[in-house]
């Protein structure tokens, strides 16, 4: 099954510090190239790629620097190789593996991916989030340091239950956590169900969909 790319399906913006119109999901990072300044613009994408595999096949393909992926469904022992793949392809990443399923093969499992010259760093989430969030620090120049969160919520369920908890721990680690980011993932809900929560406003985020 090939991955379901959704730039923004929804991704939560939050207020980026009065700059939310400058740079919107823009913005302009700086890297030494041969004794030049290159701009290099931040794009980001939301997939849910249901496998690594298909994942593999989407970083091959994408114009995006910024990945938030989601059901890579890698166990931890399969990070190490998966890593390696990244670092061989110019991606640095930060995971979150899968977990067993009721089946017994493995359940979600996220991640972050950005371009090698962007900066990348994991911030820890509650065991609460296990298999479902994954959080990082990316920097770029021109940009303030973004809290950035890719998440997978649980399959034909509404935002009530194992889902709206996960939607409550994310809003208070968001505003307890105060800088400027993105949430972006597989929500499993019409983007109108979200907007039904007090989520984006708790936040001071837009929903893009």
Known sequence: MAPR???ADPVLEANLAGRKRDHGRGGHCKQATSGKVAYVA?????????????????????DANVILLQEHKLMPAEIPDATQWTEDNDWLAVWEPARPGPNGGPSGGTAILVRRGIGLSKIPLSVATAGRAVAAQVECPGYPKLAVVSAYFHTGVAFVGANLQLL??????IIADGRPGLLGGDFQNHPSAL???DFPRAINGTIFS
């Open 5 to 7: 790319v959704e730039v």
């Open 42 to 62: 931040l794009k980001f994408a939301t997939v849910n790629a249901t496998a690594w595999s298909t994942a593999i096949v989407f970083l091959a393909g994408t």
């Open 168 to 173: 409550d721990y994310l809003k208070g680690w």
């Open 195 to 197: 907007e039904a929560t």
